[in-house]
C-alpha cells in the first residue's frame, strides 16, 4: 500500500489547513488547552492529531464540525488501522491511540462550547494499548562500563559524565534534565526539584553521592567556562553557552552507549529504566519508585500515594547501586512475594510504555 497524503508519519511538510470551520475550531480549542495549564507537548499532539483528522475530512468534503458523526470518526479509525508506512509496517496500535485520543478532547470541546448538539466521539472506543516490558534493560556492570567510557579529562567529558549520573540516579525524563534549573539543585541535601514534569506536576526527587560529586565538580569546574555572555540558568549547557537540546543530548548518550560496545536502541531512557529496574531488584517498595517517575497511577485500581521527600531519600540510598562506596547491588536479593513482584511488573510495564522520550 502507498504512503497517503497527509497521513501519520508523512515526512514532508503537509499543507496549510483550509479555511473552514473545523480549522477555525481548532484554533479556539488548542488556546482553549493552554489557557488550562496543558503542556507545550500535549498542546503540539493535540494540534496535530486533530490537523490530520481535518485535513482527511476536507479530502471527503466534510469542512462543519456538525458534519462529523460516529460512523464518520470509525471510518477515520478504520483508515489508520489499514495504513501503511513506507515499510510496509501497520501503525502500532499506540500510534493509532495516540491519533485518536486528541479527537475525543476536541469533540468533547466542541460540544461543550456549543459547536456541536451532542459529541459525536463520546462512544469512539480507542484501541486497547498493552504495555510491554522493555526489550533490553542496562544491567548495572552496563551502566557503569557507559559511565565509564567518558572521557572526563575534558571539559563536555565531565559534563556528560554528569548528565549521565544525574540520569540514572534520578531516573528523570530527557526533557526534564534538559529544563533543569541551577537553582533547583541542592546536592548538599541529595536532591533536586523538576518543575512543570509529565501532567505540569511539579516533583523532588533523591540525587545520590555520586551523582551529586560529579554534579559539584561539574558546576565547579565546567559550567562556568561554558557560560558565555548571559547565563540562561539551565544546568547543563553546549559548548557555545546554550541549554542542551533533546537531539544533541540523546545523540551524545547514545554515542558513550556505542563507544561502550553495548548494541540497544535508545538512549537517556534507557537510564531510567535501568534505574527503576535496579532500584526494584534490590527491594524497593513500587510505591517509592512510582512517586520518584512522577506516575500519578499505574493502573485504574493503583491510588497514587505521596511520599515524603526524607523517606524516599532513605529508600534511594539504600537501594540504588551507584553510591560512593559501592557500585553494585547485592548478589542475594531476597524473594519478593507474588504480589509485590506483580506490582514491580505493572511499574515497570508502565515505565517501558512511555512515549516521551525518542532516545
Same mark, same amino acid.
Given at each position: 500500500?502507498?504512503?497517503?497524503?497527509?497521513?501519520?508519519? =508523512?515526512?514532508?511538510?503537509?499543507?496549510?489547513?483550509?479555511?473552514?470551520?473545523?480549522?477555525?475550531?481548532?484554533?479556539?480549542?488548542?488556546?482553549?488547552?493552554? !489557557?488550562?495549564?496543558? @503542556?507545550?507537548?500535549?498542546?503540539?499532539?493535540?494540534?496535530?492529531?486533530?490537523?490530520?483528522?481535518?485535513?482527511?475530512? /476536507?479530502?471527503?468534503?466534510?469542512?462543519?464540525?456538525?458534519?462529523?458523526?460516529?460512523?464518520?470518526?470509525?471510518?477515520?479509525?478504520?483508515?489508520?488501522?489499514?495504513?501503511?508506512?513506507?515499510?510496509?509496517?501497520?501503525?502500532?496500535?499506540?500510534?493509532?491511540?495516540?491519533?485518536?485520543?486528541?479527537?475525543?478532547?476536541?469533540?468533547?470541546?466542541?460540544?461543550?462550547?456549543?459547536?456541536?448538539?451532542?459529541?459525536?466521539?463520546?462512544?469512539?472506543?480507542?484501541?486497547?494499548?498493552?504495555?510491554?516490558?522493555?526489550?533490553?534493560?542496562? @544491567?548495572?556492570?552496563?551502566?557503569?562500563?557507559?559511565?565509564?567510557?567518558?572521557? /572526563?579529562?575534558?571539559?563536555?567529558?565531565?559534563?556528560?559524565?554528569?548528565?549521565?549520573?544525574?540520569?540514572?540516579?534520578?531516573?528523570?525524563?530527557?526533557?526534564?534534565?534538559?529544563?533543569?534549573?541551577?537553582?533547583?539543585?541542592?546536592?548538599?541535601?541529595?536532591?533536586?526539584?523538576?518543575?512543570?514534569?509529565?501532567?505540569?506536576?511539579?516533583?523532588?526527587?533523591?540525587?545520590?553521592?555520586?551523582?551529586?560529586?560529579?554534579?559539584?565538580?561539574? /558546576?565547579?569546574?565546567?559550567?562556568?567556562?561554558?557560560?558565555?555572555?548571559?547565563?540562561?540558568?539551565?544546568?547543563?549547557?553546549?559548548?557555545?553557552?546554550?541549554?542542551?537540546?533533546?537531539?544533541?543530548?540523546?545523540?551524545?548518550?547514545?554515542?558513550?552507549?556505542?563507544?561502550?560496545?553495548?548494541?540497544?536502541?535508545?538512549?537517556?531512557?534507557?537510564?531510567?529504566?535501568?534505574?527503576?529496574?535496579?532500584?526494584?531488584?534490590?527491594?524497593?517498595?513500587?510505591?517509592?519508585?512510582?512517586?520518584?517517575?512522577?506516575?500519578?497511577?499505574?493502573?485504574?485500581?493503583?491510588?497514587? =500515594?505521596?511520599?515524603?521527600?526524607?523517606?524516599?531519600?532513605?529508600?534511594?540510598?539504600?537501594?540504588?547501586?551507584?553510591?560512593?562506596?559501592?557500585?553494585?547491588?547485592?548478589? =542475594?536479593?531476597?524473594?519478593?512475594?507474588?504480589?509485590?513482584? !506483580?506490582?514491580?511488573?505493572?511499574?515497570?510495564?508502565?515505565?517501558? !510504555?512511555?512515549?516521551?522520550?525518542?532516545?
Amino acid at each position: 500500500m502507498s504512503r497517503r497524503k497527509n497521513s501519520p508519519g =508523512t515526512p514532508t511538510r503537509a499543507p496549510a489547513l483550509p479555511d473552514n470551520a473545523l480549522s477555525h475550531c481548532l484554533s479556539e480549542f488548542i488556546d482553549w488547552c493552554g !489557557a488550562q495549564g496543558l @503542556s507545550a507537548r500535549t498542546l503540539h499532539q493535540r494540534q496535530r492529531a486533530t490537523r490530520r483528522f481535518i485535513l482527511w475530512c /476536507v479530502e471527503r468534503g466534510l469542512s462543519k464540525p456538525a458534519e462529523i458523526t460516529l460512523p464518520i470518526l470509525e471510518r477515520y479509525q478504520r483508515h489508520l488501522y489499514h495504513y501503511r508506512k513506507s515499510d510496509g509496517a501497520p501503525l502500532a496500535f499506540s500510534s493509532q491511540y495516540t491519533e485518536l485520543a486528541p479527537l475525543k478532547a476536541y469533540f468533547k470541546w466542541l460540544t461543550r462550547s456549543r459547536y456541536t448538539l451532542y459529541n459525536a466521539a463520546a462512544e469512539l472506543e480507542l484501541p486497547k494499548v498493552i504495555p510491554k516490558l522493555a526489550r533490553y534493560v542496562l @544491567s548495572v556492570a552496563d551502566v557503569e562500563a557507559i559511565l565509564n567510557a567518558v572521557d /572526563v579529562r575534558t571539559l563536555l567529558g565531565v559534563r556528560d559524565r554528569a548528565v549521565m549520573e544525574v540520569l540514572y540516579s534520578s531516573a528523570i525524563r530527557r526533557m526534564e534534565l534538559i529544563t533543569l534549573a541551577i537553582f533547583d539543585v541542592d546536592t548538599r541535601g541529595g536532591s533536586l526539584l523538576v518543575r512543570a514534569g509529565k501532567g505540569a506536576k511539579d516533583r523532588r526527587v533523591p540525587l545520590g553521592e555520586r551523582a551529586c560529586a560529579w554534579l559539584d565538580r561539574y /558546576v565547579a569546574e565546567v559550567r562556568p567556562e561554558l557560560v558565555t555572555g548571559r547565563d540562561p540558568g539551565n544546568v547543563f549547557l553546549t559548548m557555545h553557552g546554550d541549554p542542551l537540546d533533546s537531539y544533541t543530548l540523546g545523540e551524545t548518550v547514545k554515542r558513550y552507549i556505542a563507544k561502550a560496545g553495548i548494541q540497544v536502541q535508545g538512549a537517556c531512557h534507557l537510564f531510567r529504566h535501568a534505574c527503576a529496574t535496579h532500584m526494584l531488584e534490590n527491594g524497593a517498595d513500587t510505591r517509592f519508585i512510582q512517586a520518584m517517575l512522577g506516575h500519578s497511577n499505574l493502573s485504574s485500581t493503583q491510588v497514587y =500515594t505521596h511520599v515524603a521527600l526524607n523517606k524516599l531519600k532513605e529508600i534511594h540510598t539504600a537501594t540504588h547501586p551507584a553510591k560512593a562506596a559501592r557500585t553494585r547491588p547485592s548478589a =542475594t536479593a531476597p524473594t519478593a512475594p507474588i504480589a509485590i513482584r !506483580a506490582e514491580a511488573d505493572a511499574l515497570l510495564a508502565a515505565l517501558a !510504555a512511555e512515549t516521551d522520550e525518542g532516545g
